[in-house]
């Protein structure tokens, strides 16, 4: 979830084709098609829709459920400072599985470095993977989300996403001054929905497929909630981004620097005002999608 650089409070959830073969199903719920100005709300999301689209190649078709509220998908009240929500289905995955899946599915020099930094033993019996993110590596794990929040089989999206309709938003760039950028936070739970997010603090003691990518220190591994963390692929010797450990933000996003920030990331915990940003192969967000297990439509891209 994304909140403002400014207002930080307690995150709430556990929660047609581009340039290459991966695909974004959007559909849009009441909430925004009911809006006078719908078309614009729906053309940010599409905007946003087009930018992952363009940066991913895996040829499967991703179902989200975008929404303008002040509401979980279940009716719960969003927390006042959250710009944007996500809430997707994860599949408890054998370690072993989904290792051996994610390695075969390399492409990248991404891919390759990253891989050859997974441990020797696993880190816990499960791994967490979304539900796209597990049909990027060929696993099978369909959509299990409801319209309401709910889960369960025939669920038809992977994810939902809710823009806050309190929050001051611009739908088109630049952003109007002290509006947050919509499309920003779009694509920041677009990645959530794709897979990007810690189990840090979550409940199950399992650990999400980005948790394979977190350290501490060169040569050694942080999954922890105190002290620092931060995204490598080369086994901590090359720092890519930190991790956020404020505890208003969620642990899988990137830290975030004071208001304007040096780098308005997607991905960062928390946003600011009048900035933009957007999702390319070369970012930490491309990058770390990456060796998740999606492909780059650029297949040679590296950091």
């Not at 900035?275 to 998740?292: A, F, H, K, R, Y």
Request: glycine share 10%; proline share 8%; hydrophobic share 40%.
């Amino acid at each position: 979830d994304v909140v403002p650089q400014t207002r930080p409070t307690v995150i709430g959830s556990v929660r047609a084709g581009g340039a290459g073969a991966f695909v974004i199903n959007a559909t849009f719920d009441s909430s925004i098609t009911n809006q006078p100005n719908a078309a614009e709300i729906e053309a940010a999301f599409a905007d946003a829709v087009a930018v992952l689209e363009a940066v991913l190649a895996d040829p499967i078709v991703v179902s989200i459920l975008f929404r303008y509220s002040t509401t979980y998908a279940d009716g719960t009240p969003l927390p006042a400072g959250n710009i944007a929500v996500s809430e997707t289905g994860v599949y408890r995955i054998p370690w072993a599985s989904f290792l051996t899946a994610l390695i075969a599915d390399a492409a990248t020099t991404n891919d390759t470095m990253a891989n050859g930094t997974l441990p020797a033993s696993a880190l816990s019996t499960y791994l967490d993977p979304s539900s796209a993110n597990g049909r990027a590596v060929g696993l099978n794990t369909p959509s299990v989300k409801f319209a309401d929040g709910s889960l369960g089989p025939g669920g038809p999206f992977d994810g939902i996403v809710t823009l806050n309709a309190n929050v001051p938003l611009s739908f088109t760039r630049p952003p109007a001054s002290g509006t947050y950028d919509a499309r920003r936070s779009i694509e920041h739970e677009i990645d959530e929905v794709l897979g990007l997010g810690s189990a840090i603090d979550n409940l199950l003691p399992d650990v999400r497929p980005q948790d394979l990518f977190s350290w501490a220190a060169p040569g050694v591994r942080s999954l922890v909630s105190s002290g620092t963390r931060y995204f490598s692929i080369d086994g901590g010797a090359t720092n890519l981004v930190g991790f956020n450990q404020d505890p208003n933000g969620d642990r899988g996003d990137w830290l975030s620097g004071p208001c304007p920030q040096v780098y308005p990331y997607v991905q960062n915990a928390f946003s600011c005002p009048d900035q933009i940003s957007d999702v390319t192969p070369t970012l930490p967000e491309g990058v770390n999608l990456d060796v998740i297990g999606y492909d780059l439509t650029t297949s040679t891209a590296s950091t």
